[in-house]
């Protein structure tokens, strides 16, 4: 056990916390020092960093709110902008279907008109045709007709008009 | 703890625990500044730096320093709320009073030719008979005799009760014993040891570089006995704590 005047030396005989001379100092320092520091916690830096705390813990909550509020948003303008890219879509091509009914309707009325125009055509050309036909046998019997008559009046014979006309007209028959 | 006097080896490891007056050389009486009311107000210091400087600026996004104090704070939150429950967080500023002294000064007893008060069973005696008076008068004034119950294992048969009562009622009051010699032993004999092999470096030549070695590995294992200390004091007061203000279920 140290004694005092040792201790004052400097010099520790034994254990100097078993020195029970210094203890009523030691806990008078201790319980200053606690009531201290307890003071400056409870006082001061406990509630502050309590505060910073809690303050944080608030923002972050918020932004994250808010994160979501904005994904949600984000999430609802893809969906509109999906809605109206569909319905242009659909519009489209209702306007293409339309588009191709009107060309469909004048195309087919335009075939239409162009059938009738060839089919009146055709029937006057047919008509026109005939006639020429007609005109080419008659043309055919008249010139066969008139040659027969110059053959015979140049062979010296007296032609009979009407013999010849039947005779070729036999002959065209046959 | 012998020490050895002459001989070229002289190694005082007590030496560094003596208390010492700050001024002159006159007997220590209970008011007297010494090299413990000296440390002692540094760790004060050191607390204000570390837990009020720091924050001042009560940023949103933390500096360094107020990420520090922010760990301390949750730290000894969350061990207050997990372990004595959330009943205990009333306690929160006394358990980190203790906390931020036993860890500091352990710590500030690390720099060389500083004082260790927590190295002094004076003050973790005090520190846990605080402890002890606390969770006693808590325990009583919240639930009466009820208190009692504790020691009266409910779940031991019938027969071994008392025989388990007498062992919980011992332990019990063995607790503030075990709570501050524990931390106070801890210290003193690092130090100590410490103390003894720079005692050896001195005296030893060029060999000395065996002893230095030493004292750095001891060093380094002293910071962790430091930060454990102060963690298993602090954990065991909130256990202590769980007693008093928590449901009686162990």
């Known amino acids: 056990m140290a004694t005092e005047a040792t201790a004052e030396a400097g ?5 100097p916390q078993l020195d029970f001379s210094t203890w009523p100092n030691q806990i008078f320092w201790l319980l200053v020092t606690l009531v201290v520091i307890y003071l400056v916690l409870s006082k001061v830096a406990l509630p502050r960093i309590g505060a910073v705390l809690a303050d944080r813990k608030s923002t972050i909550t918020n932004d994250l709110a808010a994160a979501e509020e904005l994904k949600q948003k984000a999430v609802e303008a893809e969906k509109a902008y999906n809605d109206a890219l569909a319905n242009a879509r659909t519009e489209a091509a209702k306007i293409i279907a339309a588009a191709k009914a009107e060309i469909q309707k004048d195309l087919d009325a335009a075939t239409a008109r162009a ?6 055509k055709t029937a006057e050309s047919e008509k026109s045709i005939a006639a020429i036909r007609d005109g080419a046998a008659a043309a055919v019997a008249e010139v066969a007709r008139d040659t027969a008559v110059e053959l015979v009046t140049a062979l010296g014979g007296s032609a009979d008009a009407n013999a010849v006309s039947a005779a070729v007209a036999a002959r065209l028959k046959g | 703890m012998a020490t050895e006097e002459g001989s070229g080896l002289a190694i005082h490891p007590m030496d560094q625990f003596v208390v010492k007056p700050l001024f002159g050389d006159g007997p220590i009486q209970w008011y007297t500044p010494t090299n413990v009311t000296l440390w002692m107000a540094i760790a ?3 607390v204000v730096a570390l837990l009020v ?3 001042r600026r009560r ?3 933390p500096s360094r320093g107020q990420s520090v104090a922010e760990l301390f704070y949750g730290f000894i939150h969350k061990m207050v709320e997990d372990v004595a429950g959330h009943e205990a967080l009333k306690f929160f500023p006394y358990i980190m009073t203790l906390f931020m002294f036993v860890f500091l000064s352990n710590m500030l007893g690390l720099i060389p030719m500083s004082f260790t008060t927590t190295s002094h069973i004076a003050v973790t005696v005090v520190l846990a008979l605080l402890v002890f008076l606390t969770v006693t008068l808590v325990g009583l004034y919240r639930k009466g005799l009820g208190f009692l119950a504790m020691f009266w294992v409910t779940s031991a048969p019938l027969a071994l009760r008392p025989v388990l009562a007498v062992i919980e009622v011992v332990s019990y009051f063995v607790r503030p014993v075990s709570h501050s010699v524990r931390l106070g032993g801890n210290l003193l004999a690092g130090h100590a040891v410490i103390k003894v092999f720079a005692g050896f470096a001195g005296a030893m030549g060029v060999a000395s570089v065996v002893p230095i070695a030493a004292i750095m590995a001891m060093y380094g294992l002293e910071l962790l006995v430091a930060a454990v200390q102060a963690y298993v004091f602090t954990i065991l007061t909130c256990v202590y704590l769980r007693d008093a203000v928590g449901d009686a279920h162990h």
């Open chain 2, 59 to 61: 940023a949103i996004v």
């Open chain 1, 11 to 15: 010099k520790a005989v034994g254990m």
């Open chain 2, 44 to 46: 004060v210091l050191a």
């Open chain 2, 53 to 55: 400087l720091s924050t």
């Open chain 1, 115 to 120: 059938d009738a125009e060839i089919a009146a």
